[in-house]
């Protein structure tokens, strides 16, 4: 047993980020002489996450990573090789866990690059290579790109609702999913469009600008706001925010001016205030009055207290002078969706005797569920403005026709004849060729800026929070017929 249950969680190898099932089904397969069968597999999810438009891919940095060090240590096959079975037998055996210990990666990944806008049944992850390697992949991968592309999106939809003027600051460590989940959480909401964290561990690790205030504690363990703000300033005579609402809100501005006035006599200006609870529409605009008709029109005004892009957008419809919105809970959480559900499944496999592949489908009772067979890539069709037109789905490993026509899987009837002139460019891009990464990730801030990009490259009916018109994603013409037959070949005829 680990008597350091934090300090001692994350050893070197991480291999064992996964579920027990991903081993048995690769014992299974080393068992049964397939573990060298070339497969494909996708990541995708189906909707996208808070009723939305959209999503922002992100993860795939902290994805090749863990890649990048995959193998089992010592200890990871001494711990596989004490599980046992029901009736007491190991689970793994001996050779097994050798052919582990010598395990070397040699899949082809493609992704999406992070900060790229992306839809329903769109592979943001192809994976390519032994059956064996390309199954060990799943877990990691989708809790990886699963909970950063969920954040990502949530911060992109803050900014949407902020403007792009306004200050947006990532406020959630304490109420994050732990350290892990808050470390996370800052980096895919900076990436989406957050400018700020109050992490500093966020701050140190992936270079995310630190910003930060002080607590109401503060206040408390002073005689009064005005004592207590002063000391502020003295510690940070150019970067104080006084927190006004300890006591009174509107009476703490004022407080906080009459210390401001004294900043300003020393050359320093005070950097703003921050309301954290109330009718913050209505004492946000009685502390810009107050501030403005003191001379301290340049003094930002900071809100938090439970913000997301819906109560935003509420807030600066009714009027509110904040330009600064510290987002917490809802932000780091995902408060009112708690996973993207994205999904890892198989969709081709190579014939045993190598003559061609076997392209494969998981059907559903649901037909949203349904998969889509083949080695996929997603092509965008651009505008004549370079704006997103349409996706397109489709099989590499066939050809494509001189018509290219899109249909709509959820509804056959809908199609869009693409003509041959329309520009285009293709989402996923090499990420390792066997085994070997031969893309040079973009920075954390290269991210970010193509994620602003890319969110305000799309329609505004698209990126609207209430029914948001649906981005075109379809089939190639050949490939959705495909896929129709491949579900009447699987799917029994029932009698009435």
């Known amino acids: 047993m680990n008597t350091a249950p934090l300090s001692g969680l994350y050893a070197p190898s991480l291999a064992l980020v996964t579920d027990l099932y991903q081993l048995t089904m690769a014992y299974g397969y080393w068992q049964q002489g397939m573990q060298d069968r070339e497969a494909v597999f996708h990541l995708y999810f189906r909707k996208a996450p808070f009723q939305g438009g959209y999503a922002v891919a992100a993860g795939l940095a902290l994805a090749v990573d863990w890649v990048e060090n995959l193998r089992f240590s010592e200890d990871d096959l001494a711990y596989l090789g004490s599980l046992r079975g029901s009736k007491g037998a190991a689970m793994f055996p001996a050779d097994f866990l050798d052919y582990l210990r010598q395990l070397k990666f040699t ?13 329903g049944n769109e592979p943001l992850v192809r994976v390519r290579g032994p059956l064996l390697q390309a199954q060990l992949l799943e877990t990691a991968l989708l809790t990886l790109i699963n909970f950063q592309t969920l954040i990502a999106t949530k911060a992109a939809r803050i900014r949407e609702a902020a403007g792009p003027a306004d200050q947006v600051l990532e406020f959630g460590l304490r109420r994050a999913q732990g350290f892990d989940g808050g470390l996370g959480a800052s980096r895919a909401a900076y990436l989406g469009g957050a400018d700020a964290t109050s992490n500093v561990l966020a701050g140190q690790r992936y270079g995310i600008p630190v910003k930060g205030t002080h607590a109401h504690s503060w206040v ?55 309301l954290d609870s109330g009718d913050l529409a209505y004492l946000s605009r009685e502390a810009r009055a107050v501030l403005d008709e003191a001379g301290f029109t340049e003094t930002r005004i900071v809100a938090s207290n439970d913000l997301e892009e819906n109560l935003i957008t509420s807030l600066k419809q009714q009027g509110a002078r904040i330009d600064t ?16 559900g994205g999904v890892y499944k198989l969709a081709a496999l190579r014939k045993a005797d190598d003559s061609g592949w076997d392209f494969t489908i998981k059907l559903s009772e649901q037909v949203a569920k349904t998969s889509i067979p083949g080695i996929l ?65 973009p920075t954390l801030a290269e991210s970010r800026a193509h994620a602003q990009r890319e969110v305000q490259s799309l329609d505004p009916s698209i990126r609207r929070f209430l029914n948001p018109h649906i981005f075109p994603v379809g089939l190639e013409k050949t490939l959705c017929e495909y896929r129709t037959e491949l579900i009447l070949e699987k799917k029994p005829v029932r009698g009435a």
Request: proline letters at 5%; aromatic letters at 10%.
């Open 377 to 441: 890539q997603v092509r965008r069709y651009l505008n004549e403005y370079g704006k997103p037109r349409a996706d397109m789905l489709y099989n590499t490993a066939q050809p494509l026709p001189d018509q290219l026509i899109l249909i709509d899987p959820a509804d056959l009837t809908r199609r869009l004849a693409i003509k041959p002139e329309t520009k285009f460019k293709e989402l996923l891009e090499p990420v390792f060729r066997q085994g070997k990464r031969v893309l040079e990730l």
């Open 220 to 274: 408390q363990a002073f005689g009064d706001e005005t004592q207590a703000f002063s000391a502020y300033a003295q510690a940070f005579p150019d970067d104080s925010v006084f927190l006004v609402d300890t006591y009174d809100t509107i009476e703490g501005v004022r407080r906080a001016i009459s210390v401001a006035r004294d900043m300003r006599a020393q050359g320093h200006e005070l950097a703003g205030i921050r």
């Open 325 to 340: 919105w510290g987002v917490g809970t809802q932000l780091v959480t995902a408060y009112n969706q708690a996973a993207l």
């Open 107 to 119: 899949c082809d990944i493609d992704a999406v690059a992070e900060g790229t806008v992306v839809f």
